[in-house]
Each structure stands twice: as structure tokens, then as C-alpha cells.
């Protein structure tokens, strides 16, 4: 129902998927999942999402 993708907040602004209508909705910690003992750094990136249908919210709410 959804597409989700995340970009690299220092080197790019995500202005192509603005403006193909994904919406940002946040940022990553700059953490991996393999950061156990919370040393090791990874870029932020910004979370955009892009919904494939209208009805996405009712659908994932439990609705038709």
C-alpha cells in the first residue's frame, strides 16, 4: 500500500521525490541495526513515503 525509501539528508534534499508527491515523514537516528553498543555512526536520512492507493489509511486502520 505503500513504498517507503530513505535518503541521505547531508549530500541530497530529496527534491525528486517531492516532487513526484512522496511525502517525508521524519529521520533516521543515524544508528544501524548492527549497532549493538550504540559506536558505530551512519549518515541520517530522511524517511519518504508514497502512497499507492487513495484508500491506504482505512485499508492499514483495518477498513476496505
Do not use: I
Not at 511525502?23 to 499507492?52: F, I, M
Amino acid at each position: 500500500m505503500l513504498l517507503e525509501t530513505t535518503v541521505e539528508r547531508e549530500r541530497f534534499a530529496g527534491t525528486c521525490y517531492r516532487a513526484a508527491n512522496w511525502q517525508c515523514v521524519g529521520e533516521t537516528t543515524g544508528r544501524s541495526r548492527n549497532d549493538r553498543h550504540k559506536r558505530l555512526n551512519v549518515p541520517v536520512k530522511s524517511v519518504w513515503l508514497y502512497a499507492l492507493s487513495a484508500t491506504f489509511r482505512a485499508r492499514l486502520l483495518g477498513g476496505h
